[in-house]
Protein backbone atom coordinates (compact mmCIF):
# COMPACT_ATOMS: atom_id res chain seq x y z
CA UNK A 1 0.00 0.00 0.00
CA UNK A 2 1.42 3.18 -1.17
CA UNK A 3 0.84 5.79 1.81
CA UNK A 4 4.47 6.89 2.09
CA UNK A 5 4.59 10.27 0.19
CA UNK A 6 8.15 10.79 0.85
CA UNK A 7 8.54 7.54 -1.96
CA UNK A 8 7.69 9.75 -4.19
CA UNK A 9 9.89 13.05 -3.27
CA UNK A 10 12.27 12.34 -6.37
CA UNK A 11 9.20 12.19 -8.88
CA UNK A 12 8.13 15.07 -10.75
CA UNK A 13 4.15 14.73 -10.65
CA UNK A 14 3.08 12.26 -8.83
CA UNK A 15 -0.88 11.39 -8.54
CA UNK A 16 -2.31 11.73 -5.10
CA UNK A 17 -6.05 10.10 -5.71
CA UNK A 18 -8.36 8.87 -2.37
CA UNK A 19 -10.42 5.91 -2.95
CA UNK A 20 -13.59 6.40 -0.64
CA UNK A 21 -14.87 2.44 -0.04
CA UNK A 22 -16.29 0.20 2.69
CA UNK A 23 -15.59 -3.02 1.02
CA UNK A 24 -12.23 -4.26 2.31
CA UNK A 25 -11.91 -6.55 -0.37
CA UNK A 26 -12.37 -4.13 -2.55
CA UNK A 27 -10.12 -2.10 -1.35
CA UNK A 28 -7.57 -4.64 -1.70
CA UNK A 29 -7.97 -5.31 -5.12
CA UNK A 30 -7.59 -1.88 -6.28
CA UNK A 31 -4.33 -1.46 -4.38
CA UNK A 32 -3.04 -4.25 -6.16
CA UNK A 33 -4.17 -2.72 -8.99
CA UNK A 34 -1.77 0.61 -8.12
CA UNK A 35 0.71 -1.63 -6.97
CA UNK A 36 3.12 -1.56 -10.04
CA UNK A 37 2.10 1.60 -10.39
CA UNK A 38 4.42 4.21 -8.66
CA UNK A 39 3.60 7.25 -10.01
CA UNK A 40 0.51 7.07 -8.00
CA UNK A 41 0.08 7.46 -3.87
CA UNK A 42 -3.40 6.79 -2.48
CA UNK A 43 -5.01 7.45 0.59
CA UNK A 44 -8.18 5.23 1.91
CA UNK A 45 -11.23 6.04 3.59
CA UNK A 46 -14.29 4.00 4.69
CA UNK A 47 -17.11 5.96 5.16
CA UNK A 48 -18.08 9.10 3.35
CA UNK A 49 -17.59 11.33 6.89
CA UNK A 50 -13.86 10.46 6.61
CA UNK A 51 -13.39 11.00 3.12
CA UNK A 52 -15.00 14.61 3.26
CA UNK A 53 -12.61 14.99 5.93
CA UNK A 54 -9.87 14.04 4.08
CA UNK A 55 -10.65 16.40 1.16
CA UNK A 56 -11.62 19.23 3.35
CA UNK A 57 -7.61 18.83 5.29
CA UNK A 58 -5.67 17.39 1.86
CA UNK A 59 -5.59 18.21 -1.78
CA UNK A 60 -5.80 15.00 -4.37
CA UNK A 61 -5.68 14.98 -7.80
CA UNK A 62 -8.85 12.04 -8.16
CA UNK A 63 -11.13 10.99 -6.15
CA UNK A 64 -12.94 7.40 -5.79
CA UNK A 65 -16.13 7.23 -4.30
CA UNK A 66 -18.61 3.79 -3.59
CA UNK A 67 -22.11 4.39 -4.31
CA UNK A 68 -22.82 2.61 -1.23
CA UNK A 69 -21.55 3.72 1.83
CA UNK A 70 -22.26 3.29 5.50
CA UNK A 71 -23.75 6.83 6.91
CA UNK A 72 -23.34 9.47 4.15
CA UNK A 73 -24.03 7.78 0.38
CA UNK A 74 -21.81 7.94 -2.11
CA UNK A 75 -24.15 10.70 -4.03
CA UNK A 76 -24.21 13.02 -1.11
CA UNK A 77 -20.26 12.90 -0.62
CA UNK A 78 -20.06 13.89 -4.31
CA UNK A 79 -22.86 16.39 -3.83
CA UNK A 80 -20.85 17.52 -1.03
CA UNK A 81 -17.37 17.67 -2.83
CA UNK A 82 -18.65 20.07 -5.97
CA UNK A 83 -19.97 22.35 -3.53
CA UNK A 84 -15.92 23.32 -2.63
CA UNK A 85 -14.34 22.29 -5.39
CA UNK A 86 -15.58 21.95 -9.24
CA UNK A 87 -12.39 20.80 -10.74
CA UNK A 88 -10.82 17.55 -9.17
CA UNK A 89 -12.38 14.53 -10.49
CA UNK A 90 -14.81 12.35 -8.93
CA UNK A 91 -15.31 8.77 -10.08
CA UNK A 92 -18.29 6.96 -8.74
CA UNK A 93 -17.80 3.09 -8.25
CA UNK A 94 -20.82 0.92 -7.57
CA UNK A 95 -21.15 -2.95 -8.04
CA UNK A 96 -24.92 -2.72 -9.18
CA UNK A 97 -24.93 -0.01 -12.32
CA UNK A 98 -28.33 0.89 -13.94
CA UNK A 99 -29.12 3.74 -16.44
CA UNK A 100 -30.89 5.71 -13.52
CA UNK A 101 -27.98 5.64 -11.15
CA UNK A 102 -25.46 6.81 -13.88
CA UNK A 103 -28.01 9.90 -14.87
CA UNK A 104 -27.94 10.83 -11.12
CA UNK A 105 -24.28 10.75 -10.88
CA UNK A 106 -23.42 12.25 -14.11
CA UNK A 107 -26.45 15.61 -13.08
CA UNK A 108 -24.45 15.91 -9.43
CA UNK A 109 -21.49 16.56 -12.08
CA UNK A 110 -19.10 13.23 -11.53
CA UNK A 111 -16.76 12.82 -13.84
CA UNK A 112 -16.73 8.81 -14.87
CA UNK A 113 -18.56 5.90 -14.01
CA UNK A 114 -17.47 2.36 -12.98
CA UNK A 115 -18.86 -0.90 -12.18
CA UNK A 116 -16.90 -2.87 -9.80
CA UNK A 117 -14.96 -6.10 -11.35
CA UNK A 118 -11.65 -7.48 -11.54
CA UNK A 119 -10.63 -6.44 -14.93
CA UNK A 120 -12.24 -3.07 -13.97
CA UNK A 121 -10.13 -2.97 -10.89
CA UNK A 122 -6.91 -3.36 -12.60
CA UNK A 123 -7.25 -0.63 -15.28
CA UNK A 124 -8.30 1.77 -12.70
CA UNK A 125 -4.49 3.22 -12.94
CA UNK A 126 -5.01 3.87 -16.83
CA UNK A 127 -8.17 5.24 -16.43
CA UNK A 128 -7.45 7.63 -13.51
CA UNK A 129 -4.23 8.78 -15.15
CA UNK A 130 -6.18 9.67 -18.13
CA UNK A 131 -9.24 11.68 -15.98
CA UNK A 132 -6.19 13.49 -14.17
CA UNK A 133 -4.39 14.70 -17.07
CA UNK A 134 -7.58 15.65 -18.06
CA UNK A 135 -8.15 17.61 -15.29
CA UNK A 136 -5.13 18.74 -15.30
CA UNK A 137 -5.21 20.15 -18.97
CA UNK A 138 -8.92 21.80 -18.40
CA UNK A 139 -7.54 23.47 -15.31
CA UNK A 140 -4.59 25.04 -16.82
CA UNK A 141 -6.79 26.21 -19.94
CA UNK A 142 -8.93 27.83 -16.98
CA UNK A 143 -6.26 28.89 -15.14
CA UNK A 144 -4.60 30.55 -18.85
CA UNK A 145 -8.62 31.72 -19.39
CA UNK A 146 -8.51 33.59 -16.46
CA UNK A 147 -4.93 35.23 -16.96
CA UNK A 148 -5.68 36.49 -20.74
CA UNK A 149 -9.43 37.97 -19.05
CA UNK A 150 -7.26 39.63 -16.30
CA UNK A 151 -4.68 40.76 -18.72
CA UNK A 152 -7.20 42.23 -20.83
CA UNK A 153 -9.15 43.70 -18.27
CA UNK A 154 -5.88 45.53 -17.18
CA UNK A 155 -4.82 46.61 -20.44
CA UNK A 156 -8.58 47.61 -21.22
CA UNK A 157 -7.91 49.96 -18.02
CA UNK A 158 -4.63 51.38 -19.20
CA UNK A 159 -6.40 51.83 -22.48
CA UNK A 160 -9.33 53.62 -21.77
CA UNK A 161 -7.24 55.83 -18.53
CA UNK A 162 -4.46 56.45 -20.59
CA UNK A 163 -3.30 60.57 -20.76
CA UNK A 164 -2.36 59.27 -24.66
CA UNK A 165 -4.77 58.89 -27.47
CA UNK A 166 -4.03 55.18 -28.96
CA UNK A 167 -5.09 53.91 -31.80
CA UNK A 168 -4.68 50.05 -33.94
CA UNK A 169 -4.82 50.73 -38.32
CA UNK A 170 -5.10 47.59 -40.22
CA UNK A 171 -4.89 48.59 -44.11
CA UNK A 172 -5.46 52.04 -43.20
CA UNK A 173 -8.96 51.23 -41.46
CA UNK A 174 -8.95 51.55 -37.58
CA UNK A 175 -9.04 48.45 -35.63
CA UNK A 176 -8.75 50.33 -31.94
CA UNK A 177 -9.32 53.41 -30.61
CA UNK A 178 -9.02 54.60 -26.87
CA UNK A 179 -10.99 56.48 -25.42
CA UNK A 180 -8.45 59.46 -25.35
CA UNK A 181 -7.84 59.42 -29.14
CA UNK A 182 -11.79 59.84 -29.73
CA UNK A 183 -11.49 62.92 -27.01
CA UNK A 184 -8.50 64.53 -29.30
CA UNK A 185 -10.27 63.90 -32.16
CA UNK A 186 -13.33 65.56 -31.41
CA UNK A 187 -15.27 61.87 -32.76
CA UNK A 188 -17.03 58.59 -30.40
CA UNK A 189 -14.40 55.61 -30.97
CA UNK A 190 -17.42 53.51 -31.71
CA UNK A 191 -17.87 55.32 -34.74
CA UNK A 192 -14.39 54.83 -36.06
CA UNK A 193 -13.90 51.48 -35.78
CA UNK A 194 -13.43 50.11 -39.39
CA UNK A 195 -13.79 53.53 -40.70
CA UNK A 196 -10.51 54.35 -42.98
CA UNK A 197 -7.97 56.89 -40.87
CA UNK A 198 -8.97 59.90 -43.10
CA UNK A 199 -12.44 59.47 -42.12
CA UNK A 200 -11.12 62.00 -38.85
CA UNK A 201 -11.13 65.05 -40.72
CA UNK A 202 -10.63 66.75 -44.44
CA UNK A 203 -6.63 65.60 -45.39
CA UNK A 204 -6.50 69.49 -46.77
CA UNK A 205 -7.29 70.24 -43.18
CA UNK A 206 -3.98 68.85 -41.86
CA UNK A 207 -1.05 70.90 -41.23
CA UNK A 208 1.90 68.70 -41.21
CA UNK A 209 5.59 69.78 -39.63
CA UNK A 210 8.48 67.66 -40.73
CA UNK A 211 8.71 63.54 -39.27
CA UNK A 212 11.34 62.56 -36.95
CA UNK A 213 12.85 59.02 -36.37
CA UNK A 214 13.05 57.76 -32.81
CA UNK A 215 15.67 54.88 -32.85
CA UNK A 216 15.72 52.13 -31.33
CA UNK A 217 17.42 52.11 -28.01
CA UNK A 218 17.59 48.16 -27.59
CA UNK A 219 21.11 46.87 -29.40
CA UNK A 220 20.44 44.52 -31.99
CA UNK A 221 16.48 44.86 -31.41
CA UNK A 222 14.51 43.64 -34.33
CA UNK A 223 11.63 46.27 -33.47
CA UNK A 224 10.25 48.70 -36.11
CA UNK A 225 10.94 52.57 -35.81
CA UNK A 226 8.75 54.77 -34.99
CA UNK A 227 8.12 58.03 -36.81
CA UNK A 228 6.89 61.12 -34.82
CA UNK A 229 4.78 63.65 -36.28
CA UNK A 230 3.36 66.92 -35.44
CA UNK A 231 0.06 68.10 -37.23
CA UNK A 232 -2.32 70.68 -36.70
CA UNK A 233 -5.98 69.41 -37.59
CA UNK A 234 -9.49 70.94 -38.35
CA UNK A 235 -11.87 68.65 -36.03
CA UNK A 236 -15.39 67.94 -37.66
CA UNK A 237 -16.76 70.82 -35.21
CA UNK A 238 -14.73 73.32 -37.27
CA UNK A 239 -12.24 73.70 -34.19
CA UNK A 240 -7.94 73.29 -34.33
CA UNK A 241 -5.76 71.18 -32.35
CA UNK A 242 -2.41 70.66 -32.35
CA UNK A 243 -1.24 66.59 -32.38
CA UNK A 244 1.70 65.06 -31.62
CA UNK A 245 2.32 61.56 -32.99
CA UNK A 246 4.02 58.37 -32.75
CA UNK A 247 3.44 56.01 -35.41
CA UNK A 248 4.80 52.50 -35.83
CA UNK A 249 4.12 50.43 -38.48
CA UNK A 250 3.99 46.77 -38.07
CA UNK A 251 3.82 45.16 -41.93
CA UNK A 252 3.44 42.06 -42.87
CA UNK A 253 3.42 40.05 -46.27
CA UNK A 254 -0.35 40.52 -46.34
CA UNK A 255 -1.85 43.46 -44.75
CA UNK A 256 -0.12 46.14 -43.16
CA UNK A 257 -1.02 47.03 -39.20
CA UNK A 258 -0.12 50.52 -37.99
CA UNK A 259 0.24 51.31 -34.07
CA UNK A 260 0.10 54.68 -33.07
CA UNK A 261 -0.32 57.21 -29.79
CA UNK A 262 -0.87 60.65 -30.19
CA UNK A 263 -0.49 63.38 -27.21
CA UNK A 264 -2.66 66.80 -27.55
CA UNK A 265 0.33 69.45 -28.22
CA UNK A 266 -1.87 71.89 -28.55
CA UNK A 267 -1.29 73.85 -25.53
CA UNK A 268 2.19 73.30 -25.87
CA UNK A 269 2.00 74.62 -29.33
CA UNK A 270 0.22 77.62 -28.58
CA UNK A 271 3.07 78.36 -25.46
CA UNK A 272 5.64 77.92 -28.35
CA UNK A 273 3.74 80.82 -30.17
CA UNK A 274 3.57 83.27 -27.31
CA UNK A 275 6.78 82.53 -26.78
CA UNK A 276 8.01 83.05 -30.49
CA UNK A 277 5.45 86.29 -31.04
CA UNK A 278 7.01 87.78 -27.91
CA UNK A 279 10.51 87.26 -28.64
CA UNK A 280 9.77 88.88 -32.08
CA UNK A 281 7.91 91.89 -30.49
CA UNK A 282 11.39 92.14 -28.25
CA UNK A 283 13.24 91.75 -30.58
CA UNK A 284 11.40 94.63 -33.18
CA UNK A 285 10.76 96.90 -30.39
CA UNK A 286 14.77 96.93 -29.27
CA UNK A 287 15.52 97.33 -33.06
CA UNK A 288 13.48 100.40 -33.25
CA UNK A 289 14.31 101.77 -29.92
CA UNK A 290 17.87 102.00 -31.48
CA UNK A 291 16.88 103.06 -34.69
CA UNK A 292 14.80 105.75 -33.22
CA UNK A 293 17.63 107.38 -30.94
CA UNK A 294 19.59 108.99 -33.19
CA UNK A 295 17.87 108.68 -36.79
CA UNK A 296 19.28 110.28 -39.35
CA UNK A 297 16.49 111.58 -41.65
CA UNK A 298 12.92 112.35 -41.40
CA UNK A 299 9.95 111.10 -39.76
CA UNK A 300 8.57 109.39 -42.97
CA UNK A 301 11.60 107.63 -43.22
CA UNK A 302 11.34 106.59 -39.59
CA UNK A 303 7.89 105.56 -40.33
CA UNK A 304 9.50 103.22 -43.67
CA UNK A 305 12.09 102.02 -41.34
CA UNK A 306 9.70 100.75 -38.25
CA UNK A 307 7.11 99.40 -41.32
CA UNK A 308 9.81 97.22 -42.60
CA UNK A 309 10.91 96.01 -38.94
CA UNK A 310 7.38 95.13 -38.03
CA UNK A 311 6.52 93.80 -41.37
CA UNK A 312 9.31 91.06 -40.43
CA UNK A 313 6.71 89.66 -37.50
CA UNK A 314 6.74 85.98 -36.59
CA UNK A 315 5.66 84.38 -39.84
CA UNK A 316 6.15 87.25 -42.26
CA UNK A 317 3.81 89.66 -43.88
CA UNK A 318 3.65 90.65 -47.20
CA UNK A 319 1.89 93.55 -47.43
CA UNK A 320 1.83 96.59 -45.46
CA UNK A 321 0.93 100.06 -44.67
CA UNK A 322 0.91 102.88 -41.78
CA UNK A 323 -1.49 105.51 -42.24
CA UNK A 324 -1.96 108.95 -40.29
CA UNK A 325 -5.18 111.42 -39.70
CA UNK A 326 -4.55 114.47 -41.22
CA UNK A 327 -7.07 117.09 -42.07
CA UNK A 328 -9.91 115.07 -41.64
CA UNK A 329 -8.65 112.26 -43.45
CA UNK A 330 -6.25 109.27 -43.41
CA UNK A 331 -3.05 110.02 -45.48
CA UNK A 332 -0.62 106.71 -46.67
CA UNK A 333 2.61 107.66 -45.10
CA UNK A 334 4.20 104.49 -45.62
CA UNK A 335 3.79 100.86 -47.27
CA UNK A 336 5.52 98.01 -48.55
CA UNK A 337 4.25 95.25 -51.01
CA UNK A 338 1.40 96.15 -53.50
CA UNK A 339 -0.34 99.36 -53.65
CA UNK A 340 -3.32 97.94 -55.35
CA UNK A 341 -4.07 95.67 -52.25
CA UNK A 342 -3.95 98.56 -49.78
CA UNK A 343 -6.20 100.53 -52.16
CA UNK A 344 -8.79 97.11 -52.32
CA UNK A 345 -8.20 97.43 -48.36
CA UNK A 346 -9.32 101.07 -48.11
CA UNK A 347 -12.32 100.74 -50.42
CA UNK A 348 -13.92 98.09 -48.30
CA UNK A 349 -13.21 99.09 -44.57
CA UNK A 350 -14.79 101.76 -42.00
CA UNK A 351 -11.76 103.67 -41.05
CA UNK A 352 -13.62 105.92 -38.50
CA UNK A 353 -14.49 102.23 -36.89
CA UNK A 354 -11.22 101.21 -37.07
CA UNK A 355 -9.65 104.08 -35.59
CA UNK A 356 -11.72 103.39 -32.21
CA UNK A 357 -10.87 99.40 -32.57
CA UNK A 358 -8.60 97.19 -34.62
CA UNK A 359 -9.79 94.52 -36.18
CA UNK A 360 -9.18 91.02 -38.59
CA UNK A 361 -10.37 92.22 -41.87
CA UNK A 362 -10.64 89.43 -44.89
CA UNK A 363 -10.80 91.50 -48.20
CA UNK A 364 -11.33 89.31 -51.51
CA UNK A 365 -11.00 91.89 -54.51
CA UNK A 366 -9.60 91.19 -58.62
CA UNK A 367 -5.80 90.28 -56.70
CA UNK A 368 -5.47 87.11 -54.31
CA UNK A 369 -7.36 87.05 -50.84
CA UNK A 370 -5.83 88.75 -48.10
CA UNK A 371 -6.18 88.43 -44.62
CA UNK A 372 -5.57 92.13 -42.66
CA UNK A 373 -4.50 92.37 -39.10
CA UNK A 374 -6.04 96.30 -38.55
CA UNK A 375 -5.08 98.12 -35.48
CA UNK A 376 -5.00 101.94 -34.75
CA UNK A 377 -2.51 104.22 -32.84
CA UNK A 378 -2.03 107.46 -31.44
CA UNK A 379 0.85 109.30 -31.81
CA UNK A 380 1.06 112.94 -30.40
CA UNK A 381 -1.12 115.88 -30.48
CA UNK A 382 -4.45 114.13 -31.09
CA UNK A 383 -3.35 112.35 -33.84
CA UNK A 384 -4.52 109.47 -34.63
CA UNK A 385 -3.43 106.71 -37.04
CA UNK A 386 -3.92 102.80 -38.44
CA UNK A 387 -1.48 100.15 -38.84
CA UNK A 388 -2.38 97.23 -41.24
CA UNK A 389 -0.43 93.99 -42.43
CA UNK A 390 -1.61 91.36 -44.87
CA UNK A 391 -0.41 88.26 -45.98
CA UNK A 392 -2.50 85.60 -48.10
CA UNK A 393 -2.43 83.57 -45.16
CA UNK A 394 -5.35 83.26 -42.72
CA UNK A 395 -4.60 85.16 -39.66
CA UNK A 396 -5.53 83.83 -35.88
CA UNK A 397 -6.55 86.15 -32.93
CA UNK A 398 -2.60 86.28 -31.50
CA UNK A 399 -1.30 87.56 -34.78
CA UNK A 400 -4.01 90.44 -34.26
CA UNK A 401 -2.98 90.97 -30.73
CA UNK A 402 0.83 90.91 -31.52
CA UNK A 403 0.20 94.13 -34.22
CA UNK A 404 -1.89 95.88 -32.13
CA UNK A 405 0.66 95.65 -29.17
CA UNK A 406 3.34 96.76 -31.82
CA UNK A 407 1.05 99.56 -33.31
CA UNK A 408 1.18 101.07 -29.38
CA UNK A 409 4.97 100.98 -29.93
CA UNK A 410 4.68 102.07 -33.61
CA UNK A 411 2.79 104.79 -32.72
CA UNK A 412 5.17 106.21 -29.99
CA UNK A 413 7.91 106.32 -32.05
CA UNK A 414 6.70 108.44 -35.07
CA UNK A 415 4.44 110.64 -33.32
CA UNK A 416 7.87 113.01 -31.71
CA UNK A 417 7.86 114.92 -34.75
CA UNK A 418 5.26 116.26 -36.62
CA UNK A 419 5.25 115.01 -40.91
CA UNK A 420 7.23 117.02 -42.83
CA UNK A 421 8.79 116.43 -46.57
CA UNK A 422 8.24 117.67 -50.26
CA UNK A 423 4.45 116.17 -49.98
CA UNK A 424 3.07 118.08 -46.90
CA UNK A 425 -0.13 117.46 -45.40
CA UNK A 426 -2.27 117.63 -48.33
CA UNK A 427 -1.55 115.50 -50.81
CA UNK A 428 -2.54 115.75 -54.82
CA UNK A 429 -6.04 115.55 -55.18
CA UNK A 430 -5.83 112.00 -57.81
CA UNK A 431 -3.46 110.22 -54.66
CA UNK A 432 -6.79 110.28 -52.57
CA UNK A 433 -8.99 106.97 -52.10
CA UNK A 434 -12.77 107.11 -50.92
CA UNK A 435 -13.00 105.46 -47.99
CA UNK A 436 -16.64 104.79 -46.27
CA UNK A 437 -16.73 107.13 -43.44
CA UNK A 438 -13.60 109.35 -44.29
CA UNK A 439 -10.80 109.75 -46.88
CA UNK A 440 -7.32 107.69 -47.53
CA UNK A 441 -4.49 109.60 -49.41
CA UNK A 442 -1.24 108.08 -50.34
CA UNK A 443 2.15 110.00 -50.52
CA UNK A 444 5.71 109.02 -51.19
CA UNK A 445 6.65 105.75 -53.49
CA UNK A 446 4.67 102.48 -53.97
CA UNK A 447 6.04 99.45 -54.57
CA UNK A 448 3.41 97.61 -56.75
CA UNK A 449 5.21 93.88 -56.95
CA UNK A 450 2.56 91.35 -56.54
CA UNK A 451 2.01 89.35 -52.88
CA UNK A 452 4.38 86.12 -53.06
CA UNK A 453 2.59 82.78 -52.17
CA UNK A 454 3.39 81.54 -49.01
Same mark, same amino acid.
Given at each position: ???????????????????????????????????????? +?????????????????????????????????????????????????????? =????????????????????????????????? +????????? %???????????????????????????? =??????????????????????????? *???????????????????????????????????????????RRDGSKRWVEARIASLDD?????????????????? =????????????????????????????? /??????????????????????? +??????????????????????????????????????????????????????????????? *????????????? *??? %???????? +??????????????????????????????????????????? /??
Open positions: MRDDPGRRAGMTSPYRILIIEDNPDDVELILLGFSKHDEF +FVDVATTGEEGLDRVATSRYDLVSVDFALPGISGLDVLEEIRTSDQDVPVVMVT =GRGTEELQVVAFEKFATSYVMKSVDSFRSLPTV +FEALIIEAR %FRSQERRMKREIERSETVSRYILENSPT =GIYVLQNGCFKMVNSRFAEIFGCDKED *LIGEHFWSLADPESFECEEAAEEPCLEVGADLPRTKVHEFGVTQEERWVLGNVVDATDRKR =GERDLLLANRRLSILHNLLLRAIDFPGDS /DDLMRYALAEVMAGPDGFEVGGA +FLQEGGRLVLRAMAGPLEALMELSEKVDAEGLLEEGKMRTVAGDGPTISWAIAPFSCGEGRRG *LLVLGRGVEMGDD *LQK %FVADLASH +FGKMVGGEPPTGREGLQPPPDEGYPLEGGDVACQGDHHHSPPQ /DR
